[in-house]
């Protein structure tokens, strides 16, 4: 396994501070809800969102930093999700990367708002003054990550995971199901970084394209290794979705089947990649290799 | 009693159809968001906080049908607000208006990603194009209204109302509470309106005080009416504050003290409402006097 390109690390970094600054311990009555939403905003991972935005608004000739308060309200949508996706009434998980979930450390009710919390802060950090971005661009980019994130995005995608649970499901539902859960939130940080930088309609789309397709290559890798790893290891990943009879693409096509998905839509993001030049797409290869072809 | 402004009736019917507009009914996978976020949204009511966004955008020159899809969005943010606040984990209301609540119709699940759902439409309408506003200004009222629901206003709001459960509260507490669960929306919709028509930051503070106040008199005079009717009826109104043991305006400070709080607070919001000129004021007076002073 080759490890992750050095440039994730280093914008996973500059994140880690930049996350620190714009959801800081308070001291106020309502202190519990930045605890709350430090716990698990603050808990590393791969900040794989913020790092496509700020790769593509490099990419279209940005400079990384202006663009990362916007890169860490990206990952305040990511966080606030997982949080309401391990709520009882939803996942009902009590574990999210090792760390008890949310709500088994705050309780139902705070987590809720964290939740809530983190949302409407990521929209707020979206709209706050940015050195470097023409106002019109902002918008856009904000207006992106609404699409993304809703209705039309990723808690569409969420209302059809729970709607389809305890049936099999169609290769169509399926694949709508995971382009509005997964897909549309890596296409729309990809895709927001451009319009923070002014960039073209053929660019900004082709930064969706890829962000679809690694983001749905993604997927089918994450539930291949889930299901490979629930018959290895009986009881365990706990919670995996492989064992909550959920549909996955693991399930529903097979392996084989999946590993060829998986090349297609490899060789669809590399073809999206080839609109930002020859060193967009050694940049955008190396990352979306790395992520794609992973074995944990 | 004296009857609503007429303007409230006018303005309200008119965002009827945006919001029916801007949250159709969707034949897709997902379309049961939709019909759920529907459900809680196209209620009715008075519509009270769109109507303040309105207003003071034309008084600040603007042409109020420039500012409806945004005031549209305002209103998704309440209503997303009274999802999540009738949550079995939060206050565990049954009935909201006469209705059955959100979750009680579609479940604890959907309810929660309705909720989810209304608050990042609000943000995907508030960063959409808007004919007749600048950028930077859309920039500025969709940001005052990130910091209204967030952390440091509503939702901030909520989080004291839950620790304070149960508990005596200090009158400072309380109003701290109230600020931010009830006043910080109500005054930032009155602020944003004016960051919309690009007016002077003397304007855009004076509306947000003069919406503080009126939400403040607001939520006192509700929890006056609320605790004559639950003393006059028992066993109603269901799920009253007085009845739940909350802390209230009139359980700390008793009814004559909150007469007086709520004549203070009225000559705040006046004088507030003096910048706007004579107009401005006639119109603002009507609206405050008509809320303040309701018996129902």
Redesign the interface.
């Known amino acids: 396994m080759s490890s992750a390109p050095v440039k994730l690390k280093i914008y996973a970094e500059m994140l880690e501070k930049e996350l620190e600054r714009l959801m800081p311990k308070?001291e106020?009555?309502?202190s519990?809800?930045?605890e709350a939403?430090r716990y698990s905003l603050l808990e590393g991972g791969k900040r794989l969102r913020p790092f496509f935005c700020m790769t593509f608004f490099e990419l279209c000739g940005g400079k990384a930093e202006d663009a990362l308060s916007f890169a860490a309200g990206i990952e305040m949508i990511q966080s606030?999700s997982l949080i309401?996706d391990d709520?009882p009434?939803?996942d009902d998980s009590d574990y999210r990367r090792g760390k008890l979930s949310n709500h088994k450390v705050y309780?139902?009710?705070?987590a809720?708002?964290a939740?809530?919390?983190l949302?409407?802060?990521a929209?707020?950090?979206?709209?706050?003054?940015m050195e470097g971005i023409?106002?019109?661009d902002?918008?856009?980019a904000?207006?992106v990550m609404?699409?993304a994130?809703?209705?039309y995005?990723m808690?569409?995608?969420?209302?059809?995971d729970?709607?389809l649970e305890n049936r099999q499901c169609t290769a169509e539902?399926l694949e709508?199901?995971v382009s509005?859960k997964t897909g549309a939130l890596i296409a729309g940080s990809c895709k927001s970084g451009c319009c923070l930088a002014g960039a073209s309609l053929e660019k900004a789309e082709a930064a969706y394209n890829f962000g679809m397709a690694v983001g749905l290559a993604f997927q089918i890798r994450d539930d291949m290794l889930d299901l490979v790893g629930s018959s290895e290891q009986v009881g365990k990943p706990m919670g995996s979705d492989a064992e909550n009879n959920k549909n996955t693409y693991a399930s529903v096509y097979g392996l084989e089947k999946c590993e060829q998905l998986v090349k297609e839509l490899t060789d669809k993001a590399l073809e999206s990649a080839s609109v930002f030049g020859e060193e967009g797409k050694a940049v955008l290869s190396e990352i979306a290799l790395w992520l794609i072809n992973r074995t944990y």
Chains 1, 2 share one sequence.
């Open positions: 308070e106020c009555l309502q519990e809800i930045f939403c606030y309401h709520l009434c939803m309780g139902y009710s705070t809720v708002l939740g809530d919390a949302l409407n802060r929209f707020e950090v979206f709209t706050s003054p023409k106002p019109l902002q918008l856009a904000a207006n609404g699409t994130s809703g209705v995005g808690v569409g995608g969420q209302v059809i729970l709607a539902e709508k199901m509005l």
